[in-house]
Every structure is written in structure tokens, then in C-alpha cells.
């Protein structure tokens, strides 16, 4: 028979369109391949040789980032076969594993042990699928911020709300002795006032009622401890966020001393509406008795200030 050229791909047409469309869907390598499962569109039959899985160390880069659910890798970092779902890479169970996985409704250790990352990412966590708290790498915690830059860091979101509520302080909880106040920085970061009290309220009979502020009005007060210097006299600045436009009255004491010669007297000798300037005095030197009095230089004395203003 004369065949022409090519003219035997015509002959294995008809054998190629007798197999069936069941089976021309699907693939299997290795052994036994004419023999193929009905359910499976790919199958691998061999008793010496495995699937290898793409070997990936960044399922951050590009291709990796927005894969679809359902994509599969073996991640080296962790050692771990890891599966695409809802957006996120998460790593398949194994026996290996299973035992020793943090469960839902809490696990019972017989020891310690740790949660979160062994690389250099953070721990989101979330509710109503929405991230409310995330550990970033560094170990910062941010509430309602992906991008904590302090070692807590609080947004709300809402203007004039902090987010920080301690309950059970009330107004007549015990004082602690030696504590000092709390305060915000112009960052909002919390910071150690260095016992400075400052508030403002409303004392004279205008703004009880709402009217406008008198000078003889105090609408606020700053209440401040410091350390004696060495010279006994210093000017004290007021805090950034302290502004007083009229000062009606400054008092300072001082504590100090353990006998008549060395008992501190402290006096205003100056002040504007951001400093005061205060000289600690004791008595002189019975041996000196010229000099009345000569200056304190103790720095353990306290000097206490009251401020009142508007």
C-alpha cells in the first residue's frame, strides 16, 4: 500500500477519536498507565519516587502574595507543606504536629510553650474578620494599628478618645505614697509628670454660669514637686502644656532639714506666666552672727509649688 507522506497520521485518526473523552481529560505518570482512577484528572502511581512540591522560601514575593486559594508549596523556613485559603498561607496538618497544636477552647501543657512566629513576621489577630490586634515583629502591640511605633500603641480612631480605661481607680482609692502623675506628650505617648498636677475647672461665680473668665477667676491650677539645687535658688519652668495668661497666686513650701539652723524657708522672688523663680533660705550659722540667714543647699529637700491662674 502507498502510504503518502503524513498520510499515516490519517490511519491512527480513528483510534485517537475511539478512546474516550473520559479519558483523553485525564493524566497519570509512573506506573501502570494505561490504569487510571475515574475520580482523579491527575494520578501518580510509583513505589520509589514522590511528588516533589515547589521549594519556596518567601511566600511574600509577587507571584506568591496573590495566589488563589488552593495553591500548594512547601515552605523551607518552616519545614512545612503550606495550602492557600482565604487569603492566607497556612500550614497542613500532620501527625507530627497534630498533638501539639494550639486547639480551640485551650490546650493542657505539661509545660510552657510558645505561640506566634519563628520568622521575622508579625501575629495579627482578628474578630469579625477584621484585624483588632497584631504583635509586629519587633514585639510592639498595636491596637487598631497594623504599624505599632511604641511598645503599646493605642488608635482608636476616634477623635478625644484614648481607648485606656483602668477600672476600680476611683476617686477614693488609696493614694500611693511617693507616686507620681501620669501625662500625654504632644505624640499622645504616656509619660511620667514628675508629680505635676494641672487641671481647670471653673471657681468664680462667671464661669460657673458659663460667661467669660475674670482675672480674679481661677480657672486653673499646677501643682508640682522638685528637687533643692545645689545653690538653693532656681527657676522653675512650667510644662509645654501649661499656659497661664494672668497668675493670681503662687505658694511654695519646702521639707527638709533636721534642725533649727538647717530648716529650709522657701520664697518667690520672681515669676512669669511660664516660670517662677524660688530661693530656699535656713538660718545662718550660730558662729556667723552677722548673717541672719544663708542659703539651703540640701538637693533630698522638696520644694512644693501650687500655681492658681487662668
Request: charge should be neutral.
Amino acid at each position: 500500500m502507498n502510504i503518502r507522506p503524513y498520510g499515516w497520521m490519517l490511519l491512527l485518526l480513528p483510534a485517537v477519536m475511539a478512546v474516550p473523552s473520559a479519558l483523553r481529560a485525564q493524566l497519570k505518570l509512573g506506573a501502570n498507565p494505561a490504569s487510571i482512577n475515574k475520580s482523579s484528572i491527575l494520578e501518580l502511581e510509583s513505589s520509589s519516587q514522590g511528588l516533589l512540591l515547589p521549594r519556596v522560601p518567601d511566600t511574600t514575593v509577587s507571584t506568591l502574595a496573590a495566589a488563589p486559594d488552593g495553591t500548594i508549596v512547601y515552605y523551607t523556613p518552616l519545614k512545612s507543606i503550606l495550602v492557600r485559603k482565604d487569603g492566607y498561607w497556612r500550614p497542613m496538618k500532620d501527625a507530627a504536629t497534630t498533638a501539639t497544636e494550639w486547639l480551640l477552647d485551650g490546650n493542657t501543657l505539661p509545660a510552657p510553650a510558645s505561640f506566634g512566629t519563628v520568622n521575622n513576621m508579625a501575629l495579627p489577630f482578628i474578630t469579625n474578620n477584621q484585624e483588632r490586634m497584631r504583635i509586629a515583629a519587633d514585639g510592639a502591640i498595636g491596637f487598631g494599628t497594623a504599624a505599632p511605633t511604641t511598645l503599646m500603641h493605642i488608635r482608636t480612631g476616634v477623635a478625644d478618645s484614648s481607648g485606656l480605661r483602668l477600672e476600680n481607680l476611683t476617686s477614693s482609692s488609696a493614694v500611693t505614697p511617693g507616686a507620681a502623675a501620669l501625662g500625654v506628650d504632644e505624640n499622645g505617648k504616656v509619660v511620667r509628670a514628675n508629680k505635676v498636677m494641672f487641671y481647670s475647672g471653673g471657681a468664680g461665680a462667671d464661669g460657673a454660669s458659663g460667661g467669660t473668665a475674670d482675672v480674679d477667676e481661677v480657672t486653673k491650677v499646677w501643682v508640682a514637686e522638685v528637687a533643692n539645687t545645689s545653690t538653693g535658688v532656681q527657676t522653675i519652668n512650667f510644662p509645654g502644656n501649661i499656659s497661664f495668661t494672668h497668675i493670681l497666686g503662687i505658694q511654695v513650701t519646702a521639707k527638709g532639714g533636721s534642725g533649727i539652723t538647717d530648716t529650709p524657708i522657701a520664697v518667690v522672688t520672681s515669676n512669669t506666666n511660664n516660670s517662677v523663680t524660688v530661693r530656699v533660705m535656713e538660718a545662718a550659722d550660730v558662729t556667723t552672727p552677722s548673717l541672719a540667714l544663708e542659703p539651703h543647699v540640701n538637693t533630698s529637700t522638696k520644694l512644693y509649688i501650687r500655681v492658681e491662674g487662668n
